[in-house]
């Protein structure tokens, strides 16, 4: 009878090839360093199956976005120079899968309602929601993890080895997604002009998967201190857990990793970063600096195989501020020349102009950071849309001839480069604190100082497919629509676009904030064409008086008390003109209630939704908490001063053939907004009392011939 062949050993991990150790005889001990019982196939196989899900979500995205981009070209093109009977069939849903996923997936918070507006425990920032699509990626990376963790051979013969195993599994998934973490963290990640997603989503993920990484280390380094006490408890003496790191780098640099991890999860929860932003900033760059570094010396010393992929990783975070330097650079000095920077204090905000040193071509939405290092001792920098842009054409030289291509298409009579740009920075904490004191301390509340951009950012996604676009700002919001307003008048004037309508929706606290954009205003009223698409609502939730709260006609219209977005949207849905945009830029309750807005529409026709996130954009757009104000004071300008842009609207119309072709101007029925009864009855009783004329729909004409708004008619008026 012929005997059973013995069972092949099988190599462990550690020890030469040929060797007649088993991994059943192996003392404790010997699972403490290197990689005795570290499964590196599986570690390989885990490492694949991860980047393949990275990429397939990409590819599934650029997929996505081609087939958006198809439909928005086509779009486009067919309702060139069309009405707005031509654009009904784009106004019209082609299926109902995508609506039913946008409402209930794509655009939809993880809840009911809550997405951007903050959670708060007294004045302490708790943070916001992911989405309900990030939260499904974020949800299925973070399992695929955890599932990767616990896929151990549990059938082992030595237990000792499934504690190796699961330390060499942690430790290895900590340093791969090291570099996700490093690439999404960058402004210039190539993956948000190739996606067109935006940075801030991509910011969602940098923080979720540096939490992912935290935890992986933890769990890395708890395994090894499980296995390192049973070792000393099998030898019976006591543990040397402490001593194992003195005169040891693979440990020390590991530790500090480690430590540097713990403070970086402790210091990026959104209370201190939201209290201490510049703080956290520095604090954050130093400590996620000694992690990569400890991280690339304990692989180094230990000879661990995944090593490689800390080295790409710091290289990948050289190139990123390379790129970010370079292009610092380039956009703000000159042949013995730099950037200088204008500023004027305004009502607790300043207005921050550029003379860049190199023209470039402007995209409405972009945003750019912000430099003073004449201000603040780091070199920190802060994100702010660009309110405005001045353009020249760039001309031929006439004792010089084009000799190339490039020097031929810059000299093409219709192309305009950006030669200054100007910010609304609202005064907070910190930086913008320190710059709304220095301008106000000036004589002339102005002042003149060294500074620079980084940029520009943003500006992914374009508005001129559309029929219909409704702009909604909150505050320091504004900033953000008004290069889009001017874009598609600019498109609609030159016949480039679809746009049939724009409606722009601006709430503010106070009257003082029409003062931030008040030339701007009166240039956009000023464009052609601009009466026959342009209509401009404006909310003052609490005005100073209540005679300040005055419509100069039904196309610039003024309203008391608080914007409401979804009476908006329905009306102006009802009306839309071709396919519908509405995009959102100012405070998280405010675009919460936009997007609610929205969702109650997307499955009845063609609306998209674009949202400029408050979230983690700092200085300008509403984060911190106020700062006290300084000793000195701006002059209050009167009420009517402040506000005269709306009177240039009568003065500068479009082209009389084009608007005698287009429909009589729509009034102010369309609008929503809340006001407490006692100050709704109150406000009414003064503004009825100098009523001379008749009332239209909830607009008075009172005895100076001025165009005054009552509460109460609104809410039952037609359009």
């Known amino acids: 009878m012929a005997s059973t062949p013995p069972m092949p050993v099988k190599h462990v991990h550690g020890l030469p090839p040929g060797s007649n150790y ?49 439909v928005s070209l086509l779009r486009h093109l067919f309702n060139l120079n069309s009405d707005h009977v031509q654009q009904a069939y784009w106004a019209r849903n082609g299926s109902n899968a ?39 990626l974020l949800t299925l990376y973070i399992l695929s993890n955890i599932v990767y963790c616990c896929f151990l ?42 996606l067109r997603v935006s940075f801030d989503t991509f910011n969602i993920f940098h923080r979720w998967i540096g939490r992912l990484v935290a935890f992986e280390a933890i769990a890395h380094t708890i395994a090894w201190m499980a296995v390192k006490d049973i070792a000393d408890r099998h030898v019976k003496q006591q543990s040397t857990m402490m001593l194992a790191f ?32 510049e703080s956290f900033l520095h604090l954050h760059q130093v400590l996620a600096i000694l992690a990569f570094v400890g991280a690339a010396i304990h692989g180094h010393t230990g000879s661990l195989p995944m090593t490689n ?6 290289g990948l975070w050289f190139l990123e501020r390379a790129v970010r330097w370079g292009m610092i650079i380039y956009r703000n000095f000159g042949l013995g020349s730099s950037t200088h920077v204008t500023v004027e204090a305004l009502p607790e905000a300043c207005r921050v102009t550029y003379q860049l040193q190199r023209p470039w071509l402007m995209r409405p939405g972009c945003h750019v950071y912000a430099h003073f290092p004449t201000l603040t001792w780091s070199l920190s920098s802060h994100p702010f849309s660009i309110a405005w842009y001045d353009t020249k054409p760039t001309t031929i030289n006439s004792e010089k001839l084009p000799t190339t291509t490039v020097d031929v298409a810059n000299t093409l009579p219709d192309r305009k480069d950006t030669t200054t740009i100007t910010l609304i920075m609202s005064k907070k904490s910190g930086m913008t604190a320190k710059l709304h004191a220095r301008a106000l301390a000036a004589p002339s509340n102005t002042i003149r100082m060294l500074g620079y951009i980084e940029g520009p950012y943003g500006g992914l996604e374009s508005l001129h497919s559309y029929g219909t676009v409704l702009l909604f700002a909150g505050g320091v919001g504004i900033t953000h629509q008004l290069s889009h307003v001017r874009d598609l008048l600019a498109s609609y004037d030159g016949c480039t676009s679809a746009i049939q309508k724009i409606v722009l929706i601006w709430s503010v606290r106070t009257q003082d904030a029409f003062d931030w954009v008040h030339p701007w205003m009166t240039e956009i009223l000023r464009m052609p064409h601009r009466r026959e698409v342009l209509k401009i609502l404006l909310f003052v939730t609490k005005p100073k008086h209540a005679g300040d709260v005055v419509s100069r006609s039904s196309q610039v219209q003024m309203f008391g008390g608080r914007c409401k977005p979804g009476r908006i949207v329905e009306e102006q849905f009802e009306k839309r003109k071709g396919a519908m945009a509405v995009t959102v830029c100012g405070p998280g309750a405010f675009a919460d209630e936009v997007r609610g807005a929205v969702r109650e529409r997307v499955e009845e026709g063609v609306v998209d939704f674009q949202e400029e996130s408050f979230t983690t954009r700092m200085t300008g757009r509403g984060l911190l908490p106020q700062a006290s104000g300084p000793d000195h004071t701006i002059p209050e300008r009167d009420t009517h001063d402040v506000l005269s842009f709306h009177e240039e609207e009568h003065h500068h119309g479009g082209d009389p053939d084009r608007n005698a072709n287009h429909h009589s101007p729509e009034h102010n029925g369309e609008t929503g907004f809340d006001k407490d009864e006692e100050t709704k009855e109150k406000d009414s009783q003064e503004i009825v009392s100098s ?26 008026s037609s359009v």
């Not at 051979?153 to 290895?172: F, P």
């Not at 992929?309 to 710091?314: A, D, G, M, P, S």
């Not at 239209?696 to 004409?701: D, E, P, Q």
């Open 22 to 70: 088993s991994l059943c005889s192996m003392a404790p001990g010997n699972f403490t360093h290197g990689l005795m019982g570290v499964n590196l196939q599986m570690d390989k196989n885990t490492t694949y199956m991860l980047w393949s899900t990275i990429v397939a979500v990409c590819l599934i995205v650029i997929v996505a976005r081609l087939i958006q981009g198809g």
């Open 98 to 136: 995508w609506p039913w996923l946008k409402k209930r997936l794509v655009y939809a918070p993880l809840f009911k309602k809550r997405h951007n507006r903050n959670f708060q425990i007294g004045r302490l920032n708790m943070g916001t929601l992911p989405s309900r699509f990030h939260t499904l």
């Open 153 to 194: 051979n549990y059938n082992t013969c030595n237990k000792m080895a499934v504690l190796a195993e699961l330390r060499g599994r942690t430790g290895h998934l900590a340093f791969i997604n090291m570099m996700p973490l490093m690439v999404f963290g960058g402004r210039n990640n190539l993956l948000i002009p190739l």
């Open 246 to 277: 003195t005169g040891n780098p693979f440990l020390s640099w590991g530790l500090a990793s480690l430590i540097a991890m713990l403070l970086i999860l402790i210091q990026a929860s959104s209370a201190i970063r939201h209290l201490a932003y």
């Open 309 to 314: 992929y800390i080295y790409v990783t710091i």
């Open 691 to 716: 009523i001379e004329s008749d009332s239209l729909s909830g607009i008075t004409f009172n005895s100076n011939g001025r165009l005054h708004v009552s509460w109460y008619p609104i809410w039952s």
